[in-house]
């Protein structure tokens, strides 16, 4: 599937902003994406598998609170740096 | 106080140009002089945006470089050059707690504050200390790193620190002040703010506490046995024996195997106090050492007292103070200097150099007696180590 990847990771990918992964949940396709761009993950991800309190992931635009959630082929992923203060 | 008995082997002054590693809340500058240390030229930045605590040098190679690197959206990392700073390479598995069993919570490094490289006998050794604190080791030159058990699964461990806090005073609760003793690489101290000061003779299989003597007067126990909070930490490796302290209470030394800390800040001048982050020792003279103090008053505004900075310099291990201001603002002068942003190089006088919240780099040729700026418009600047290459 479709990963939209946010300015700061896109030093791991090449400087791509989207890029493909796959993963039947969200858990998987971060590791996807690790086995591809290796780092990535621990930038997004903590070691208690949370998701950074500064990222946000959206599934087909609905923000996945965790990394249980189910992935289909063609869902469109987009990791967000979100913005908190100046 | 006894003078400090030096170890023999005291170093060669350095003559060579000075490089000084800058890590600042938005990059990385590294600052190379000449020869006279006259001239200084500024490169960089490197990881422009990235929150750069610690930037060291291992001086068993005189070429990596080691950076603790995290940006504002995320995760902490650990970044490493082998060529003083041309190229750089992420940390193939940087400093991270174990995952938690299920239901129980687990910790998750907020950054990496503080880098130490490893004894001399054991090549591509480095700590590395830790917000919230936790101590981590690496056996490959910073490649991977792996948590020191005895320390951060130590049942004592939160009680040392007072429980997990979300965020302390400005940086969160952090492990520093690594220091490892030449004489053994077993022999570790570590200085945790807040948490005090702790000894391990087992390469951190077990700890102590080592705070008899030091003020804690923001705790309710009177001369607890832990819990103090130290600013910086400095070991002399020719007096390994001989220890200093900036503390957020006053300025301390220990001479082992005393275990009691001395407060040498009592002799600093009252209207100044003894608090303050930063203390460097003079490589070749255990009983010389720097202090900057700041403001430690009222709502601890973390300035320089009265808007006039200085730095102050001990000639004879901490029994009296000289103020040395030559060169600095003589008012309005608001900024102060954090715990890694001191640093001295090996010179003949040695120069000592300081970066300041408000990014500056001042340095001094004359071990402290005039002053000079060398950089202005940085951004705040959290770290300054001299590389005497």
Known sequence: MNVLIPSQLRDYTGGRAHVEARGATLAGLLADLERRYPGIRFRMIDEQDAIRRHIKIFVNQQQARDLSAALAANDEVVIVGALSGG | ?389
């Not at chain 2, 006259?38 to 080691?66: E, K, M, Q, Y």
């Not at chain 2, 900024?335 to 000592?352: E, L, N, W, Y």
């Not at chain 2, 040729?365 to 770290?383: C, N, Q, T």
């Open chain 2, 1 to 389: 106080m006894p003078k400090a008995k030096p170890a023999k082997g005291t170093p060669r002054p350095a003559s060579g140009p000075v490089t000084l590693l800058v890590g600042t809340r938005k990059g990385v500058f590294l600052m190379k002089s000449d020869r006279a240390r006259s001239s200084w030229t500024l490169a960089g930045p490197h990881f422009l945006g990235n929150i750069v605590n610690h930037l060291v040098l291992d001086p068993r190679d005189g070429r990596t470089l080691l950076c603790a690197v995290r940006a504002g959206h995320l995760g902490p990392t650990v970044f490493r050059s082998t060529d003083f700073g041309r190229t750089w390479k992420e940390a193939e598995r940087p400093p991270a707690f174990p995952k938690a069993a299920p239901g129980e919570k687990g910790l998750a490094v907020e950054h990496v504050f503080w880098l130490t490289p490893g004894h001399s006998s054991e090549p591509g050794a480095w700590y590395a200390g830790v917000s919230p604190p936790g101590l981590f080791r690496s056996d490959d030159g910073g490649v991977t790193w792996e948590g020191v058990a005895g320390f951060n699964a130590n049942p004592m461990r939160i009680v040392w620190i007072g429980g997990e806090q979300e965020q302390g005073p400005p940086g969160g609760a952090t492990l520093h002040s690594i220091n490892v003793d030449p004489r053994d690489p077993r022999h570790l101290y570590i200085g945790i703010s807040a948490g005090g000061a702790f000894e391990s003779s087992d390469r951190g299989e077990t700890w102590r506490p080592l705070n008899q003597g030091v003020a804690a007067d923001f705790l309710p126990v009177k001369d607890p046995e832990y819990g103090h909070d130290v600013h910086c930490m400095r070991l002399h490796p020719l007096a390994p024996d001989r220890l200093y302290q900036q503390n957020h209470c006053g300025m301390y030394r220990l001479d082992r195997p005393a275990e009691r800390w001395e407060r040498m800040g009592n002799a600093m001048p009252k209207a100044i106090g003894d608090i303050g982050f930063p203390l460097v020792l003079h490589p070749r003279d255990p009983d010389t050492l720097w202090v900057f103090p700041m403001d430690g008053g009222t709502v601890w505004p973390r300035v320089s007292p009265d808007g006039r900075p200085a730095a102050y310099v001990s000639r004879d291990g901490g029994r009296t103070w000289r103020r040395q201001d030559k060169g600095l603002p003589a008012k309005q002068g608001w900024f102060t200097v954090k715990r890694q942003a001191m640093c001295a190089d090996a010179h003949d006088p040695v120069g000592v150099y300081f970066g300041t919240t408000s990014g500056e780099v001042w340095m001094s040729a004359s071990e402290g007696d005039r002053w000079i700026s060398i950089a202005r418009h940085l951004p705040e600047i959290y770290s300054v180590e001299a590389a005497d290459r």
